[in-house]
């Protein structure tokens, strides 16, 4: 059973990423091995082979699971090849880490359970305006949300994220160009336009000023419920209500991914959606879940 964890890049010897000490002690103390890389040779010198150097070749083919800072599609297919050649297989395939890592690719697997979603690339940072305007015109006058293919600027809610009326063009442009400016040459793909839907109010955030909303991540691993776990760290969520599981259990069933995450959230109106999936490997874990009751649970789900 092995995890891969990215290195600390400010230390000489070999030693995890400080912001996943954490994870690497639980994941030992629940009979892991664990493994390093370098992310920084990967991502910025793209030279996977020498990210891994230090992963010594297995006699048997072995099962790794990634646990580490998020990845573009072809960065990681260069780790998956990279690993293959020490005789390690991650979790899931190129093609499923993408499933869950892009919305546009995850789209298919939670139509009907999520947001309305449109979406659109973009080259270079320019963003074609006739074709937004063109296309969000499916919304009619619904408030909607902008992203790329991965993240948002949520903490920029009012300026970069949240557009009140998609007939509002000057509204929609403004929003756009400062979203796209803000994740700069860390754009992902494209554009991202989703229908706005209120959410349960939950607090504030005491930095941002954000609304945080009553939502909250799970993970699967091999078709297994890991967890539910409260998103936010502010906020009070009530002990009493708790999420209707069996239903998204039903539509895990079809995602193709063998190690995921599903963001859900209840709705002002009442009903429960799904906000979106993530790669199980790259999602991060909410603050107040229990490193060590986490790991646990994944070796009783790992397999060989």
Not at 122 to 145: M, W
Not at 264 to 284: H, N, R
Request: glycine letters at 4%; proline letters at 4%.
């Amino acid at each position: 059973m092995n995890i891969l964890f990215c290195d600390n890049p400010f230390e000489n010897k070999a030693s995890v990423d400080i912001d996943y000490e954490d994870e690497s002690v639980s994941a030992k103390q629940n009979g892991f091995a664990t493994q390093l890389f370098s992310y920084e040779s990967l991502t910025k010198d793209k030279d996977a082979e020498f990210a891994t150097r230090r992963i010594k070749h297995s006699d048997t083919l072995q099962k790794i699971v990634y646990r580490g800072w998020m990845l573009k599609p072809n960065q990681y297919t260069s780790l998956y090849n990279a690993l293959l050649t020490k005789n390690y297989k991650l979790i899931n395939s190129p093609t499923e880490y993408q499933n869950c890592h892009y919305l546009p690719d995850s789209y298919k697997f939670i139509t009907g359970h999520t947001p309305k979603t449109i979406w659109l690339t973009v080259e270079n940072q320019q963003v074609d305006y006739d074709k937004v305007f063109n296309d969000i015109a499916t919304f009619g006058n619904s408030p909607l949300i902008v992203k790329d293919f991965v993240k948002s600027q949520k903490h920029y809610w009012d300026t970069a994220c949240f557009i009140p009326l998609a007939t509002d063009k000057d509204k929609v442009k403004s929003v756009i160009e400062k979203f796209v400016g803000l994740q700069n040459s860390d754009l992902n793909e494209g554009l991202v336009v989703r229908e706005f839907i209120e959410l349960n109010d939950l607090t504030i955030h005491s930095k941002s000023g954000m609304p945080l909303k009553q939502e909250y991540r799970l993970f699967f691993l091999n078709g297994q419920l890991l967890g539910c776990y409260d998103y936010w760290e502010e906020g009070e969520y009530s002990a009493d209500e708790h999420p209707p599981l069996d239903i998204f259990k039903n539509i895990a069933k079809n995602i193709e991914s063998n190690f995921f995450s599903m963001d859900i959230a209840k709705t002002k109106s009442g009903e429960w959606i799904i906000i979106e999936l993530g790669d199980g490997q790259v999602a991060g874990l909410p603050d107040k879940v229990d490193r060590l009751q986490f790991y646990n649970l994944a070796r009783q789900y790992y397999g060989s």
